[in-house]
Protein backbone atom coordinates (compact mmCIF):
# COMPACT_ATOMS: atom_id res chain seq x y z
CA UNK A 1 0.00 0.00 0.00
CA UNK A 2 2.21 2.66 -1.24
CA UNK A 3 -0.66 5.47 -1.12
CA UNK A 4 0.00 4.92 2.54
CA UNK A 5 -2.76 7.80 3.50
CA UNK A 6 -2.30 9.21 7.33
CA UNK A 7 -3.09 12.48 8.49
CA UNK A 8 -5.74 15.31 8.46
CA UNK A 9 -4.71 17.12 5.39
CA UNK A 10 -4.18 14.09 3.30
CA UNK A 11 -7.81 12.63 4.78
CA UNK A 12 -9.40 15.64 3.69
CA UNK A 13 -7.86 16.05 0.05
CA UNK A 14 -8.93 12.39 -0.53
CA UNK A 15 -12.39 13.79 0.72
CA UNK A 16 -12.23 16.64 -2.00
CA UNK A 17 -11.45 14.18 -4.47
CA UNK A 18 -14.34 11.88 -3.97
CA UNK A 19 -16.51 14.68 -3.62
CA UNK A 20 -15.09 16.05 -7.02
CA UNK A 21 -15.92 12.61 -8.48
CA UNK A 22 -19.35 12.63 -7.27
CA UNK A 23 -20.04 16.35 -8.12
CA UNK A 24 -18.07 15.73 -11.63
CA UNK A 25 -20.54 12.69 -12.52
CA UNK A 26 -23.87 14.40 -11.31
CA UNK A 27 -24.91 16.79 -14.13
CA UNK A 28 -23.78 14.13 -17.29
CA UNK A 29 -27.11 11.65 -17.91
CA UNK A 30 -24.96 9.31 -19.19
CA UNK A 31 -23.00 8.98 -15.96
CA UNK A 32 -24.03 6.26 -13.93
CA UNK A 33 -22.25 5.74 -10.40
CA UNK A 34 -22.99 3.20 -7.86
CA UNK A 35 -21.53 4.05 -4.42
CA UNK A 36 -20.94 0.62 -2.27
CA UNK A 37 -19.24 -0.13 0.97
CA UNK A 38 -18.34 -2.35 3.95
CA UNK A 39 -16.91 -2.95 7.21
CA UNK A 40 -15.63 -5.51 9.57
CA UNK A 41 -15.08 -5.49 13.29
CA UNK A 42 -12.73 -8.32 14.39
CA UNK A 43 -12.34 -8.93 17.93
CA UNK A 44 -8.85 -11.52 17.99
CA UNK A 45 -8.30 -13.29 20.81
CA UNK A 46 -4.69 -15.28 21.45
CA UNK A 47 -5.42 -17.22 24.70
CA UNK A 48 -2.38 -18.97 24.36
CA UNK A 49 0.24 -16.53 23.59
CA UNK A 50 1.12 -14.88 27.03
CA UNK A 51 1.93 -11.83 25.37
CA UNK A 52 0.18 -11.92 22.48
CA UNK A 53 -0.21 -7.71 22.99
CA UNK A 54 3.52 -7.56 22.32
CA UNK A 55 3.56 -6.59 18.94
CA UNK A 56 6.11 -9.30 16.80
CA UNK A 57 3.35 -12.03 18.56
CA UNK A 58 0.20 -10.88 17.30
CA UNK A 59 -2.03 -8.22 16.82
CA UNK A 60 -4.82 -9.41 20.08
CA UNK A 61 -7.76 -6.96 20.27
CA UNK A 62 -10.03 -5.42 17.93
CA UNK A 63 -9.26 -4.60 14.25
CA UNK A 64 -11.31 -2.49 12.02
CA UNK A 65 -12.45 -2.93 8.39
CA UNK A 66 -13.84 -0.04 6.17
CA UNK A 67 -14.33 0.64 2.68
CA UNK A 68 -16.51 2.54 0.55
CA UNK A 69 -16.17 2.63 -3.19
CA UNK A 70 -17.44 4.75 -5.98
CA UNK A 71 -17.69 3.22 -9.76
CA UNK A 72 -18.82 5.64 -12.07
CA UNK A 73 -19.66 4.91 -15.70
CA UNK A 74 -18.65 7.56 -17.83
CA UNK A 75 -20.00 5.70 -20.95
CA UNK A 76 -20.37 2.47 -21.93
CA UNK A 77 -16.15 1.77 -22.66
CA UNK A 78 -15.22 4.18 -20.12
CA UNK A 79 -15.09 3.84 -16.29
CA UNK A 80 -13.45 4.86 -13.02
CA UNK A 81 -13.35 3.24 -9.54
CA UNK A 82 -12.10 4.67 -6.18
CA UNK A 83 -11.88 2.61 -3.65
CA UNK A 84 -10.49 4.25 0.31
CA UNK A 85 -10.11 2.19 2.96
CA UNK A 86 -9.89 2.22 6.61
CA UNK A 87 -7.68 -0.08 8.82
CA UNK A 88 -4.87 -1.18 10.57
CA UNK A 89 -2.76 1.43 8.41
CA UNK A 90 -5.10 4.09 8.63
CA UNK A 91 -7.13 5.48 5.70
CA UNK A 92 -5.42 3.94 2.35
CA UNK A 93 -6.42 4.42 -1.58
CA UNK A 94 -7.30 0.32 -2.20
CA UNK A 95 -8.31 1.48 -5.85
CA UNK A 96 -8.30 4.83 -7.97
CA UNK A 97 -8.22 3.90 -11.27
CA UNK A 98 -9.86 4.14 -15.09
CA UNK A 99 -10.40 1.42 -17.22
CA UNK A 100 -11.24 1.81 -21.11
CA UNK A 101 -13.07 -1.20 -22.62
CA UNK A 102 -12.32 -1.63 -26.01
CA UNK A 103 -14.03 -4.88 -26.13
CA UNK A 104 -14.56 -7.93 -23.52
CA UNK A 105 -11.58 -9.35 -24.19
CA UNK A 106 -9.56 -6.17 -24.17
CA UNK A 107 -9.46 -3.60 -21.61
CA UNK A 108 -7.05 -0.85 -20.52
CA UNK A 109 -6.97 -0.31 -16.63
CA UNK A 110 -4.47 2.88 -15.56
CA UNK A 111 -4.22 3.95 -12.05
CA UNK A 112 -3.76 2.59 -8.67
CA UNK A 113 -4.61 -1.26 -8.24
CA UNK A 114 -4.13 -4.66 -6.72
CA UNK A 115 -3.04 -6.42 -9.69
CA UNK A 116 -4.47 -9.70 -10.94
CA UNK A 117 -2.91 -12.46 -8.86
CA UNK A 118 -4.51 -15.11 -7.62
CA UNK A 119 -7.96 -16.19 -6.61
CA UNK A 120 -8.45 -14.89 -3.69
CA UNK A 121 -8.15 -11.21 -4.12
CA UNK A 122 -10.91 -11.34 -6.53
CA UNK A 123 -13.02 -11.33 -4.03
CA UNK A 124 -12.18 -8.17 -2.86
CA UNK A 125 -13.14 -7.58 0.83
CA UNK A 126 -13.63 -9.04 4.06
CA UNK A 127 -17.25 -8.83 3.51
CA UNK A 128 -17.18 -11.25 0.90
CA UNK A 129 -15.50 -13.68 3.17
CA UNK A 130 -16.72 -16.13 5.44
CA UNK A 131 -13.87 -16.21 7.84
CA UNK A 132 -12.22 -12.82 9.37
CA UNK A 133 -8.68 -13.94 8.61
CA UNK A 134 -6.95 -14.68 5.27
CA UNK A 135 -5.68 -17.55 4.00
CA UNK A 136 -2.05 -17.84 5.23
CA UNK A 137 -0.02 -17.11 2.31
CA UNK A 138 -2.18 -14.05 1.72
CA UNK A 139 -2.25 -13.20 5.64
CA UNK A 140 -0.62 -9.82 7.01
CA UNK A 141 -1.66 -8.62 10.94
CA UNK A 142 -3.70 -11.12 12.03
CA UNK A 143 -0.70 -13.69 11.29
CA UNK A 144 1.01 -14.55 14.75
CA UNK A 145 4.41 -14.51 14.76
CA UNK A 146 3.81 -12.44 11.81
CA UNK A 147 7.44 -10.33 12.60
CA UNK A 148 9.46 -13.61 12.88
CA UNK A 149 7.55 -14.41 9.11
CA UNK A 150 7.82 -11.19 8.14
CA UNK A 151 4.24 -11.98 7.03
CA UNK A 152 3.01 -14.61 4.52
CA UNK A 153 3.62 -14.83 0.74
CA UNK A 154 2.02 -12.09 -0.52
CA UNK A 155 0.17 -10.15 1.55
CA UNK A 156 -3.17 -8.92 0.47
CA UNK A 157 -4.31 -6.26 -0.52
CA UNK A 158 -1.35 -4.83 -2.64
CA UNK A 159 -2.26 -1.89 -4.39
CA UNK A 160 0.32 -0.56 -6.65
CA UNK A 161 0.60 2.04 -9.44
CA UNK A 162 0.86 0.92 -12.65
CA UNK A 163 -1.26 -0.64 -16.12
CA UNK A 164 -2.54 -3.45 -16.56
CA UNK A 165 -4.42 -5.19 -20.03
CA UNK A 166 -7.13 -7.56 -19.23
CA UNK A 167 -9.79 -9.09 -20.75
CA UNK A 168 -12.31 -12.24 -20.65
CA UNK A 169 -13.34 -14.38 -23.90
CA UNK A 170 -16.44 -16.20 -23.74
CA UNK A 171 -16.63 -19.64 -25.86
CA UNK A 172 -20.36 -20.30 -25.77
CA UNK A 173 -22.46 -20.62 -22.68
CA UNK A 174 -20.13 -22.99 -21.09
CA UNK A 175 -16.52 -21.96 -20.70
CA UNK A 176 -15.03 -18.29 -20.20
CA UNK A 177 -11.14 -17.70 -20.44
CA UNK A 178 -9.71 -14.29 -18.21
CA UNK A 179 -6.19 -12.81 -18.71
CA UNK A 180 -4.56 -9.85 -17.13
CA UNK A 181 -0.78 -8.82 -17.81
CA UNK A 182 0.20 -5.68 -15.85
CA UNK A 183 3.26 -3.63 -15.15
CA UNK A 184 3.40 -1.66 -11.44
CA UNK A 185 5.59 -0.21 -9.12
CA UNK A 186 6.14 -3.48 -7.24
CA UNK A 187 7.41 -3.94 -3.85
CA UNK A 188 10.27 -2.08 -2.19
CA UNK A 189 13.24 -2.47 0.16
CA UNK A 190 16.11 -0.17 0.61
CA UNK A 191 20.03 -1.18 -0.47
CA UNK A 192 21.31 -4.58 0.51
CA UNK A 193 18.08 -6.37 1.64
CA UNK A 194 17.64 -9.15 2.86
CA UNK A 195 13.64 -9.56 2.25
CA UNK A 196 10.90 -7.71 0.90
CA UNK A 197 9.96 -4.59 3.43
CA UNK A 198 6.43 -4.09 3.20
CA UNK A 199 6.49 -1.32 5.57
CA UNK A 200 8.16 0.33 3.07
CA UNK A 201 6.36 -0.37 0.41
CA UNK A 202 3.54 1.35 1.54
CA UNK A 203 5.26 3.93 3.27
CA UNK A 204 4.23 7.71 2.29
CA UNK A 205 7.34 8.90 3.35
CA UNK A 206 9.79 7.22 0.61
CA UNK A 207 6.97 9.12 -2.10
CA UNK A 208 4.78 7.13 -3.81
CA UNK A 209 7.18 6.27 -6.75
CA UNK A 210 9.05 3.37 -7.63
CA UNK A 211 12.43 2.84 -5.69
CA UNK A 212 14.30 1.56 -8.65
CA UNK A 213 12.77 2.97 -11.91
CA UNK A 214 12.31 -0.85 -12.87
CA UNK A 215 8.53 -1.92 -13.10
CA UNK A 216 7.38 -5.31 -11.84
CA UNK A 217 5.58 -7.53 -14.39
CA UNK A 218 2.72 -10.25 -14.27
CA UNK A 219 0.10 -11.71 -15.19
CA UNK A 220 -3.08 -14.37 -14.76
CA UNK A 221 -4.61 -16.69 -16.76
CA UNK A 222 -7.73 -18.44 -15.86
CA UNK A 223 -10.25 -20.62 -17.52
CA UNK A 224 -14.11 -20.90 -16.28
CA UNK A 225 -16.01 -23.93 -16.94
CA UNK A 226 -19.36 -24.59 -16.03
CA UNK A 227 -20.08 -27.85 -15.26
CA UNK A 228 -24.01 -28.06 -15.13
CA UNK A 229 -26.61 -25.38 -13.43
CA UNK A 230 -25.56 -24.96 -10.60
CA UNK A 231 -21.61 -25.73 -10.26
CA UNK A 232 -18.60 -24.71 -12.10
CA UNK A 233 -14.68 -25.26 -11.95
CA UNK A 234 -11.92 -22.32 -12.16
CA UNK A 235 -9.05 -22.94 -12.94
CA UNK A 236 -5.96 -20.41 -12.74
CA UNK A 237 -2.31 -20.09 -13.31
CA UNK A 238 -0.55 -16.09 -11.70
CA UNK A 239 3.30 -15.01 -11.97
CA UNK A 240 4.80 -11.33 -10.82
CA UNK A 241 8.29 -10.92 -11.15
CA UNK A 242 10.70 -7.87 -10.51
CA UNK A 243 13.44 -6.59 -8.62
CA UNK A 244 12.60 -4.58 -5.23
CA UNK A 245 16.15 -2.84 -4.06
CA UNK A 246 17.23 0.86 -5.24
CA UNK A 247 20.18 -0.93 -7.11
CA UNK A 248 17.88 -3.59 -9.26
CA UNK A 249 20.12 -6.44 -7.67
CA UNK A 250 17.69 -8.79 -6.18
CA UNK A 251 14.31 -9.88 -7.46
CA UNK A 252 11.18 -11.79 -6.18
CA UNK A 253 9.30 -14.24 -8.44
CA UNK A 254 6.04 -15.07 -7.43
CA UNK A 255 3.56 -17.56 -8.93
CA UNK A 256 1.15 -19.78 -8.14
CA UNK A 257 -1.88 -22.15 -9.15
CA UNK A 258 -5.63 -21.60 -8.12
CA UNK A 259 -8.64 -24.15 -8.14
CA UNK A 260 -12.17 -22.82 -7.09
CA UNK A 261 -14.97 -25.39 -7.93
CA UNK A 262 -19.00 -24.60 -7.06
CA UNK A 263 -21.22 -27.37 -6.31
CA UNK A 264 -24.49 -25.89 -5.53
CA UNK A 265 -24.08 -24.68 -2.01
CA UNK A 266 -21.12 -25.82 -1.69
CA UNK A 267 -17.48 -24.07 -2.35
CA UNK A 268 -14.13 -25.55 -2.64
CA UNK A 269 -10.96 -23.28 -3.01
CA UNK A 270 -7.26 -24.91 -3.42
CA UNK A 271 -4.61 -22.10 -3.86
CA UNK A 272 -1.03 -22.66 -3.95
CA UNK A 273 1.47 -20.03 -4.30
CA UNK A 274 5.55 -19.59 -4.00
CA UNK A 275 7.86 -16.39 -4.11
CA UNK A 276 11.53 -16.79 -4.44
CA UNK A 277 13.58 -13.73 -2.96
CA UNK A 278 16.99 -13.36 -3.28
CA UNK A 279 18.99 -11.42 -0.44
CA UNK A 280 22.35 -9.37 -0.41
CA UNK A 281 25.05 -11.51 0.84
CA UNK A 282 27.65 -9.42 1.40
CA UNK A 283 27.82 -9.08 4.95
CA UNK A 284 27.56 -12.78 5.77
CA UNK A 285 27.79 -12.00 9.62
CA UNK A 286 24.20 -11.34 9.60
CA UNK A 287 23.15 -14.41 8.75
CA UNK A 288 22.41 -17.45 10.73
CA UNK A 289 23.76 -20.11 8.93
CA UNK A 290 26.89 -20.20 6.51
CA UNK A 291 25.96 -18.92 3.38
CA UNK A 292 26.77 -20.99 0.48
CA UNK A 293 28.69 -20.20 -2.33
CA UNK A 294 25.92 -21.78 -4.62
CA UNK A 295 22.08 -21.18 -4.62
CA UNK A 296 22.75 -19.61 -1.04
CA UNK A 297 21.65 -15.89 -2.20
CA UNK A 298 17.83 -16.42 -1.93
CA UNK A 299 14.96 -18.17 0.09
CA UNK A 300 11.59 -19.83 -1.03
CA UNK A 301 8.30 -19.14 0.56
CA UNK A 302 5.80 -21.50 0.02
CA UNK A 303 1.99 -21.07 0.95
CA UNK A 304 -1.41 -22.93 0.51
CA UNK A 305 -4.77 -22.99 1.36
CA UNK A 306 -7.76 -25.42 0.99
CA UNK A 307 -11.15 -24.23 2.25
CA UNK A 308 -14.50 -25.68 2.00
CA UNK A 309 -17.96 -23.34 2.46
CA UNK A 310 -20.96 -25.31 2.60
CA UNK A 311 -24.28 -23.19 3.40
CA UNK A 312 -26.52 -25.37 5.68
CA UNK A 313 -29.19 -23.12 5.98
CA UNK A 314 -30.08 -19.76 3.85
CA UNK A 315 -28.52 -17.80 6.73
CA UNK A 316 -26.02 -19.88 8.01
CA UNK A 317 -22.27 -21.25 6.61
CA UNK A 318 -20.08 -23.92 7.92
CA UNK A 319 -16.53 -22.87 6.76
CA UNK A 320 -13.58 -25.17 7.32
CA UNK A 321 -10.05 -24.17 6.18
CA UNK A 322 -6.27 -25.80 6.28
CA UNK A 323 -3.48 -23.57 5.29
CA UNK A 324 -0.21 -23.04 5.77
CA UNK A 325 3.26 -22.08 5.01
CA UNK A 326 7.15 -23.50 4.71
CA UNK A 327 10.32 -21.40 4.74
CA UNK A 328 13.72 -22.91 3.02
CA UNK A 329 16.74 -20.87 3.13
CA UNK A 330 19.00 -18.63 5.08
CA UNK A 331 17.69 -16.34 7.43
CA UNK A 332 18.77 -13.34 9.83
CA UNK A 333 20.96 -14.48 13.09
CA UNK A 334 18.19 -13.51 15.40
CA UNK A 335 15.29 -15.56 13.64
CA UNK A 336 13.99 -17.34 15.76
CA UNK A 337 13.01 -19.27 12.27
CA UNK A 338 15.62 -21.89 10.91
CA UNK A 339 16.49 -22.74 7.63
CA UNK A 340 13.61 -25.14 7.64
CA UNK A 341 10.23 -23.83 9.26
CA UNK A 342 6.75 -24.64 8.66
CA UNK A 343 3.18 -23.29 10.08
CA UNK A 344 0.19 -24.78 9.67
CA UNK A 345 -3.14 -24.24 10.75
CA UNK A 346 -6.80 -25.47 10.85
CA UNK A 347 -9.60 -23.49 11.35
CA UNK A 348 -13.14 -23.98 11.66
CA UNK A 349 -15.98 -21.21 11.78
CA UNK A 350 -19.20 -20.47 10.90
CA UNK A 351 -21.04 -16.82 9.66
CA UNK A 352 -24.03 -16.44 10.27
CA UNK A 353 -26.68 -13.83 8.53
CA UNK A 354 -28.56 -11.59 11.07
CA UNK A 355 -29.86 -8.97 8.67
CA UNK A 356 -29.98 -8.44 4.87
CA UNK A 357 -26.17 -7.19 4.89
CA UNK A 358 -24.98 -8.37 8.17
CA UNK A 359 -23.15 -11.35 9.22
CA UNK A 360 -21.72 -12.21 12.42
CA UNK A 361 -18.86 -14.83 12.03
CA UNK A 362 -17.14 -17.09 14.24
CA UNK A 363 -13.44 -18.89 13.83
CA UNK A 364 -11.49 -20.79 15.79
CA UNK A 365 -7.85 -21.30 14.58
CA UNK A 366 -5.08 -23.87 15.87
CA UNK A 367 -1.64 -23.44 14.95
CA UNK A 368 1.01 -25.32 14.61
CA UNK A 369 4.90 -24.39 14.18
CA UNK A 370 7.99 -25.89 13.81
CA UNK A 371 9.40 -23.33 16.05
CA UNK A 372 9.06 -22.71 19.38
CA UNK A 373 8.88 -19.63 20.95
CA UNK A 374 12.06 -18.56 22.73
CA UNK A 375 9.96 -17.66 25.60
CA UNK A 376 7.14 -20.27 26.11
CA UNK A 377 8.98 -22.65 24.41
CA UNK A 378 5.35 -23.38 23.17
CA UNK A 379 4.78 -24.23 19.22
CA UNK A 380 0.91 -24.80 19.31
CA UNK A 381 -1.31 -21.48 19.27
CA UNK A 382 -4.72 -21.05 19.78
CA UNK A 383 -6.84 -18.21 18.17
CA UNK A 384 -10.10 -17.43 17.94
CA UNK A 385 -12.27 -14.57 16.21
CA UNK A 386 -15.27 -13.02 16.63
CA UNK A 387 -16.40 -10.46 13.78
CA UNK A 388 -19.32 -8.27 12.42
CA UNK A 389 -19.14 -7.78 8.88
CA UNK A 390 -21.85 -5.70 6.66
CA UNK A 391 -22.28 -4.88 3.12
CA UNK A 392 -23.90 -2.24 1.28
CA UNK B 1 6.93 -29.78 27.10
CA UNK B 2 4.66 -26.41 27.47
CA UNK B 3 1.79 -26.46 30.05
CA UNK B 4 -1.70 -26.99 28.35
CA UNK B 5 -3.24 -24.15 26.95
CA UNK B 6 -6.28 -24.18 29.24
CA UNK B 7 -3.32 -23.47 32.27
CA UNK B 8 -2.31 -20.41 30.78
CA UNK B 9 -5.95 -18.81 30.60
CA UNK B 10 -6.35 -16.27 32.97
CA UNK B 11 -8.61 -14.50 34.00
CA UNK B 12 -9.37 -11.86 31.80
CA UNK B 13 -8.98 -14.38 29.30
CA UNK B 14 -11.86 -16.12 30.51
CA UNK B 15 -13.77 -12.99 31.01
CA UNK B 16 -13.37 -12.38 27.32
CA UNK B 17 -13.94 -15.26 26.10
CA UNK B 18 -17.17 -15.96 27.76
CA UNK B 19 -17.97 -12.10 26.86
CA UNK B 20 -17.38 -12.99 23.21
CA UNK B 21 -19.78 -16.31 23.39
CA UNK B 22 -22.64 -14.30 25.41
CA UNK B 23 -22.38 -11.57 22.69
CA UNK B 24 -22.43 -13.99 19.63
CA UNK B 25 -25.62 -15.67 21.40
CA UNK B 26 -27.45 -12.89 22.25
CA UNK B 27 -26.73 -11.31 18.82
CA UNK B 28 -28.33 -14.16 17.11
CA UNK B 29 -31.00 -14.78 19.60
CA UNK B 30 -32.49 -11.54 19.12
CA UNK B 31 -32.09 -10.87 15.51
CA UNK B 32 -34.34 -12.12 13.39
CA UNK B 33 -32.73 -14.34 11.05
CA UNK B 34 -33.15 -13.41 7.64
CA UNK B 35 -30.91 -14.74 4.29
CA UNK B 36 -28.95 -12.22 2.89
CA UNK B 37 -31.27 -12.57 -0.38
CA UNK B 38 -34.83 -12.45 -1.04
CA UNK B 39 -37.73 -15.54 -0.53
CA UNK B 40 -37.75 -16.97 -3.47
CA UNK B 41 -41.33 -18.14 -3.02
CA UNK B 42 -42.27 -14.47 -2.89
CA UNK B 43 -40.65 -13.57 -6.08
CA UNK B 44 -43.56 -13.32 -9.07
CA UNK B 45 -43.40 -17.05 -10.93
CA UNK B 46 -42.13 -15.51 -14.08
CA UNK B 47 -39.33 -13.81 -13.24
CA UNK B 48 -38.43 -16.88 -10.20
CA UNK B 49 -36.11 -18.96 -12.09
CA UNK B 50 -33.57 -15.20 -13.63
CA UNK B 51 -34.41 -14.83 -9.67
CA UNK B 52 -32.12 -18.03 -8.83
CA UNK B 53 -29.58 -17.73 -11.38
CA UNK B 54 -29.19 -13.93 -9.85
CA UNK B 55 -28.65 -15.41 -6.52
CA UNK B 56 -26.13 -18.92 -7.81
CA UNK B 57 -24.06 -16.02 -9.60
CA UNK B 58 -23.61 -13.35 -7.91
CA UNK B 59 -23.03 -14.69 -4.72
CA UNK B 60 -20.29 -17.03 -5.75
CA UNK B 61 -18.23 -13.68 -5.53
CA UNK B 62 -20.31 -11.05 -3.26
CA UNK B 63 -22.70 -10.93 -1.14
CA UNK B 64 -26.23 -10.40 -2.45
CA UNK B 65 -27.13 -7.93 -0.27
CA UNK B 66 -24.51 -5.94 -1.85
CA UNK B 67 -27.07 -5.45 -5.07
CA UNK B 68 -30.35 -5.38 -3.09
CA UNK B 69 -29.57 -2.98 -1.30
CA UNK B 70 -27.81 -0.74 -3.76
CA UNK B 71 -31.23 1.44 -4.46
CA UNK B 72 -30.57 1.46 -8.06
CA UNK B 73 -33.95 1.85 -9.46
CA UNK B 74 -32.69 3.00 -13.70
CA UNK B 75 -32.51 -0.44 -15.67
CA UNK B 76 -29.93 1.23 -17.97
CA UNK B 77 -27.64 1.20 -14.87
CA UNK B 78 -28.15 -2.88 -14.07
CA UNK B 79 -27.61 -3.25 -17.28
CA UNK B 80 -23.91 -1.37 -17.04
CA UNK B 81 -23.38 -3.24 -13.44
CA UNK B 82 -24.38 -6.52 -14.40
CA UNK B 83 -22.04 -5.93 -17.44
CA UNK B 84 -19.11 -5.33 -15.20
CA UNK B 85 -19.83 -7.57 -13.08
CA UNK B 86 -20.04 -10.39 -16.31
CA UNK B 87 -16.20 -9.50 -17.01
CA UNK B 88 -14.90 -10.10 -13.58
CA UNK B 89 -12.47 -12.73 -13.98
CA UNK B 90 -14.02 -16.16 -13.12
CA UNK B 91 -17.56 -14.53 -12.94
CA UNK B 92 -18.87 -17.56 -15.03
CA UNK B 93 -21.77 -15.36 -15.97
CA UNK B 94 -22.35 -16.04 -19.43
CA UNK B 95 -24.37 -13.90 -21.72
CA UNK B 96 -27.29 -15.72 -21.42
CA UNK B 97 -27.00 -15.31 -17.48
CA UNK B 98 -26.84 -11.71 -17.71
CA UNK B 99 -29.76 -11.42 -19.85
CA UNK B 100 -31.71 -12.73 -16.69
CA UNK B 101 -30.58 -11.48 -14.45
CA UNK B 102 -31.55 -8.45 -16.21
CA UNK B 103 -34.64 -9.41 -16.23
CA UNK B 104 -35.18 -10.30 -12.55
CA UNK B 105 -33.43 -6.74 -11.74
CA UNK B 106 -36.40 -4.81 -13.95
CA UNK B 107 -38.60 -6.40 -11.89
CA UNK B 108 -37.04 -5.43 -8.74
CA UNK B 109 -36.02 -2.02 -10.09
CA UNK B 110 -39.53 -1.27 -10.49
CA UNK B 111 -40.73 -2.76 -7.08
CA UNK B 112 -38.19 -0.45 -5.69
CA UNK B 113 -39.39 2.43 -8.02
CA UNK B 114 -43.29 1.43 -6.53
CA UNK B 115 -41.76 1.87 -3.13
CA UNK B 116 -40.32 5.22 -3.76
CA UNK B 117 -43.54 5.98 -5.21
CA UNK B 118 -45.89 4.89 -2.64
CA UNK B 119 -43.62 6.99 0.23
CA UNK B 120 -44.03 10.29 -1.63
CA UNK B 121 -48.00 9.52 -2.02
CA UNK B 122 -47.75 9.75 -5.65
CA UNK B 123 -48.77 7.27 -8.54
CA UNK B 124 -46.87 5.02 -9.71
CA UNK B 125 -44.71 5.36 -12.22
CA UNK B 126 -46.08 4.72 -15.91
CA UNK B 127 -42.42 3.00 -16.44
CA UNK B 128 -43.24 -0.18 -14.52
CA UNK B 129 -42.57 -3.26 -16.73
CA UNK B 130 -45.09 -4.87 -14.68
CA UNK B 131 -47.72 -4.86 -11.63
CA UNK B 132 -46.10 -6.38 -8.47
CA UNK B 133 -47.73 -6.25 -5.17
CA UNK B 134 -46.49 -3.47 -2.85
CA UNK B 135 -44.48 -3.83 0.69
CA UNK B 136 -41.23 -4.74 -0.26
CA UNK B 137 -39.43 -7.22 -2.62
CA UNK B 138 -39.21 -9.69 -0.27
CA UNK B 139 -42.35 -9.32 1.48
CA UNK B 140 -44.77 -9.25 -1.59
CA UNK B 141 -46.97 -12.41 -2.22
CA UNK B 142 -46.48 -14.24 -5.43
CA UNK B 143 -47.89 -11.89 -8.04
CA UNK B 144 -50.14 -13.57 -11.22
CA UNK B 145 -47.43 -14.28 -14.00
CA UNK B 146 -47.19 -11.64 -16.64
CA UNK B 147 -46.16 -11.08 -20.06
CA UNK B 148 -42.16 -11.77 -19.76
CA UNK B 149 -40.30 -7.84 -20.04
CA UNK B 150 -38.66 -6.86 -23.08
CA UNK B 151 -35.05 -8.31 -24.25
CA UNK B 152 -33.41 -5.11 -23.15
CA UNK B 153 -30.58 -6.84 -21.42
CA UNK B 154 -29.58 -8.50 -24.30
CA UNK B 155 -25.75 -8.95 -25.25
CA UNK B 156 -26.66 -6.06 -28.08
CA UNK B 157 -27.66 -3.56 -25.57
CA UNK B 158 -25.94 -4.96 -22.70
CA UNK B 159 -23.32 -1.86 -22.09
CA UNK B 160 -19.99 -2.52 -24.06
CA UNK B 161 -20.59 -6.10 -23.93
Redesign the interface.
Known amino acids: MVFGLRGGPVVAALIVVLAAVVALAAPARAL ?1 R ?1 F ?1 GSAQLD ?1 H ?1 V ?2 T ?1 DAKVFPRAIDGFTMEFAGKL ?1 V ?1 FS ?2 V ?1 ANTKVCYGCHGFEADMMYFDF ?1 V ?2 EL ?1 FRVGRFSP ?1 FG ?1 FN ?3 DP ?2 HRLSDKPLPYDMGRMLRLRQWNMSVLPSPFPDNGIEI ?1 G ?1 K ?1 F ?3 V ?1 L ?1 Y ?1 VYGVTGFKADSRPLDLDFKLSRNPLTYYVDNNARPTVGG ?1 A ?1 L ?1 V ?1 LGD ?1 S ?1 A ?1 L ?1 ASGMFGTYDPENKQTYLIYGADL ?1 M ?1 FDKT ?1 IRVEYLARRTTFDTTDRTLFKYVVAEDRGDFFMKHGAYAEIEQALT ?2 LDLIGRVDGMYRVGNIEAASELARRSSVLRYTIGTA ?9 K ?1 STELWDFSDREIV ?5 D ?1 G ?1 H ?1 A ?1 AG ?2 | M ?1 PP ?1 SS ?2 SGA ?1 RW ?2 SA ?1 VA ?2 VG ?2 AC ?7 LDARKVPENVRSDYEVFA ?1 RCS ?4 L ?2 P ?3 G ?1 T ?1 D ?2 WV ?2 VN ?1 MR ?6 I ?4 QERILRFFRWYAAELRLKEAAKRGAAAPSAAPERVPDAGADAAPPAPASAPPSDAGSRTTG ?3
Open positions: ENAYFPTKADEKSRADNTALRHANDAYGDSQDARATRADTGSRNPEYAIERGLRVFSGRNILMALSF | SARFATALAAVVSGARTEGHKCHSARLTAIDQQMYRRQPGSGSYEDGDG
